[in-house]
Nanobody, 130 residues
Framework: QVQLVEYGGGMVQAGDSLRLSCAAS????????MGWFRQAPGKERMFVAA????????YYADSVKGRFTITRVNAKNTVYLQMNSLKPEDTAVYYC???????????????????????WGQGTQVTVSS
């Protein structure tokens, strides 16, 4: 089992920056990759970014490329999402997810699918006002 807790959400203005953190505990050595998704009111949970454990390969949704950066510190079992140039359309609950027990190579599309993730955090609200 892996437990995930997100931190860092809040209310900001358009153009501001915010950094989210996701702390993992439990069987973290089995974590293959971690990712961020977001869900706006009345919409589906959508992929934002992901990072692999071994090589720190990163993947991003087109809507956040160039503005968001995902990083991880394995020693702290923590993944970060640095969000710059925030827009009102970035408003959502942000969820951290973990892929566990995998080996081998997976293409970028694997990380963008909710079904690829085995564990989820409780989410943290990000609100961007115009």
């Amino acid at each position: 089992q892996v437990q995930l807790v997100e931190y860092g959400g809040g209310m900001v203005q358009a153009g501001d920056s915010l950094r989210l953190s996701c702390a993992a505990s439990g069987r973290t050595s089995s974590t293959y990759a971690m990712g961020w998704f977001r869900q706006a009111p009345g919409k589906e949970r959508m992929f934002v970014a992901a990072i692999t454990r071994t090589y720190s390969s990163t993947y991003y949704a087109d809507s956040v490329k160039g503005r968001f950066t995902i990083t991880r510190v394995n020693a702290k079992n923590t993944v970060y999402l640095q969000m710059n140039s925030l827009k009102p359309e970035d408003t959502a609950v942000y969820y951290c997810g973990a892929v566990v027990g995998r080996i081998g190579y997976y293409s970028g599309s694997f990380y963008s699918q909710k079904s690829s993730y085995d564990y989820w955090g409780q989410g943290t609200q990000v609100t961007v006002s115009s």
